[in-house]
């Protein structure tokens, strides 16, 4: 879309409140980059890569310059700098700062061809073994989730629209990705990016 990029920058300045997301400060993903431990170093990559696949898989669509190599560590380090530069407050949300730094930089995304995402097999396996808040998982999760708000609101529309609150719990999100993907074997190895928005369309349609 020819738009996306110029209103990431002014919607990336909204407090954003993602589902399943409690208030995440910027400054909290600036101390997780800093990699004071692999915990942290994992949890950077996790929240980075799952606003910047959602963006490489539904956005970019070959429409706007993109690059032939996948995430890695030197998407990290321009964020540590980038993040060191932001005067984005703490009362604002980490996602923003994020959305904000691939918006600077659209030529840097990954052509939506580019293989390294991660997989609907790899992020079922993760969030298996540990869905809590200070997870890969959440952290992936809650950056995708936040990413596809914001491509909600680009295209005017809804994807799912699950019953009562918005915000659902971590087990019932992830029972429904596994439900999911073990229905259809072959989807374990398709992006994630896509597969975990799928999931939560069809459980909740709209």
Known sequence: MRTIFALLGLLGLMSLSPAQAAHFPPSAIIKVCSFDSDHDRANCDAFLRGSLE????????GKVRCRREAFGPG????????AAASTIPDSGEA???TFN??????????????AGFW????LLQLCSADNSGGSSCKFYVTALMAATQIEEVLRKTQYFCPKGSPIRSDEEALDNFR??????????NAPA?????????????C
């Open 193 to 205: 990016a896509l597969g975990y928005v799928d999931a939560m369309i069809a459980a909740f349609p």
């Open 95 to 97: 996602i923003a700062l």
């Open 75 to 82: 998407d990290v380090k321009d964020f540590q700098q980038f």
């Open 119 to 122: 997989t609907n097999g790899h």
């Open 179 to 188: 439900s999911w993907v073990e229905a259809d074997p072959s989807r374990a």
């Open 101 to 114: 730094f691939w918006a600077s930089r659209p030529d840097k995304i990954p052509c939506s061809d580019v």
């Open 54 to 61: 959602r963006f490489q898989a539904a956005a970019v669509e």
